[in-house]
């Protein structure tokens, strides 16, 4: 089971169980302030697990208003509302895997809520198995006001209201996989004036990441509709594009929204460590301000609060975020903002970006710590010979190796796994595939 503050995720039956979300629910439940909105993706294990987040959280007195299938952007908007949140999901990973992500306030929890929230429970703290199959089948019947309720959103009216409407009703293609996107992403897009086709609208038609799958579907679809594609996984907070008839990297569908927010006028940036250059360089270019964050969502949403910066994102989940509206990843949003960018001129605007960010490569890898190998002493190994090799080191997540204007390379331990994360870009091909091979060399001792 993994636990961080991105969400408790595991694979159900074997890593996570019901006894599990009741006990980490019911500890949320003291953090919530006695309201919480829930949702959840698709996933077959989704509507078991859903039934036990509101049993840990009934069992806590709180008053818990269910969305159903909702997307993590909906919800984490609903929860400024309500006050707190609980999705029921595990993104992108395998439809085996499932979890939960907690919401205060409309934003994702911090490292010192999640050891509250993740606590085992002595035997005369509740959560007994026998009191949480009751829980479980009382949370399943109950349909009292006060207790129970469902709850609807006003996302998409909200979402338009800040992209605005958009003109000459340009052809989006959008492939929802199957997951809790499948209504919310088409709706938006028709409202501020697309003209949208939608594929795998049924669960379980399509892998769950959208960053891994080929996107053979929408890539076909996008040239014959001669539109531009968005892909989703299963919760909707991840969002890839398809254009010319090419399925385009993460950091593009950040680079994207990010010069639909400098077109409606946002100067202060954050970006995560392993963002693109070219987004830099997008950002520099309009006059724009930006400094850097550790990698992950909530670092990123932590050091916007911070800086106070209109929008920003991650760069290797295509997680565009706009604190005024959302402080989290949101695909769907995203791709409303990168629309505005096709209403005029045939899409020169949304070409041009492309263009710019298309001048850089980018590899992200990883290495596994092998027997005998300490991550933190793979990471000193790259950190020496990064000293000998490039003209600056940066040690704000993990080491980063500033090689020239264009190239850098960043090594970081991994918080999910025995392995250290590898991350370089250069505009020249070669050379970005050199470095990532020297610095696996110097890691493994070589």
């Known amino acids: 089971m993994k636990k961080t503050i991105s969400g408790i995720r595991g694979i159900v039956g074997d890593d996570i169980g019901i006894r599990d979300v009741i006990t980490f629910c019911g500890n949320f439940a003291g953090l919530s302030g006695g309201r919480c909105v829930t949702g959840r993706d698709t996933r077959p294990s989704g509507p078991m697990m859903e039934r036990a987040a509101h049993a840990g959280l009934m069992e806590g007195g709180v008053d818990v208003y269910d969305m159903g299938v909702a997307p993590t952007p909906v919800v984490f908007r609903e929860a400024r509302r309500i006050g707190a949140g609980v999705v029921v999901t595990s993104s992108h990973n395998p439809l085996e895997w499932n979890g939960l992500k907690f919401v205060i306030g409309g934003r994702g929890i911090n490292e010192s809520e999640l050891p509250l929230i993740t606590r085992t429970r002595s035997s005369g703290d509740g959560a007994q198995e026998g009191a949480g199959r009751d829980a479980v089948a009382a ?28 003109g000459g009703s340009p052809r989006i293609a959008v492939d929802v996989g199957g997951g809790a996107a499948a209504h919310v992403a088409p709706s938006l897009y028709e409202k501020i004036g697309c003209s949208v086709s939608v594929i795998n609208s049924e669960p379980r038609s399509r892998g769950p990441d959208p960053t891994t799958d080929g996107l ?26 398809v254009a010319d008839g090419a399925k385009q990297t993460p950091d593009a569908t950040l680079g994207l929204g990010i010069a639909g927010a400098l077109d ?23 006059g724009g301000a930006h400094t850097r964050a550790k990698v992950g969502e909530a670092n990123v949403v932590e050091e916007m609060a911070k800086v106070g910066a209109q929008a920003g994102g991650e760069g290797s989940s295509g997680g565009f975020i706009l604190p005024e509206f959302n402080h989290c990843r949101d695909g769907i949003l995203a791709g409303g903002v990168i629309a505005r960018m096709l209403q005029e001129d045939g899409g020169a605007r949304f070409r041009e970006v492309l263009g710019m960010l298309g001048r850089y490569h980018i590899i992200r890898t990883k290495m596994p710590a092998g027997a005998g190998m300490r991550q933190r002493d793979m990471v000193e190994r790259a950190l020496k010979w990064l000293e000998s090799e490039c003209s600056e080191v940066q040690r704000l997540d993990g080491v980063r190796g500033v090689i020239d204007d264009d190239s850098w390379v960043l090594v970081r331990e991994s918080n999910t796994e025995n392995a250290v994360r590898l991350s370089a870009e250069s505009d020249d091909v070669a050379r970005c595939e050199a470095v990532i091979g020297d610095v696996r060399r110097v890691m493994a001792g070589g």
């Open 264 to 286: 409606m006028g946002y100067e202060r940036f954050v970006l995560s460590a392993d963002t693109s250059r070219g987004v830099e360089r997008l950002i520099e270019s309009h």
């Open 216 to 241: 053979d579907g929408l890539v076909s679809l996008s040239r014959t509709k001669g539109s531009i594609g968005f892909a989703f996984d299963l919760d909707g907070d991840r969002l890839v594009i």
């Open 139 to 166: 949370a399943a019947a109950t349909t009292e006001p006060g207790v129970r309720r469902s709850h609807a959103s006003s996302y998409v009216e909200e979402a338009a209201g800040v992209i605005g409407e958009i």
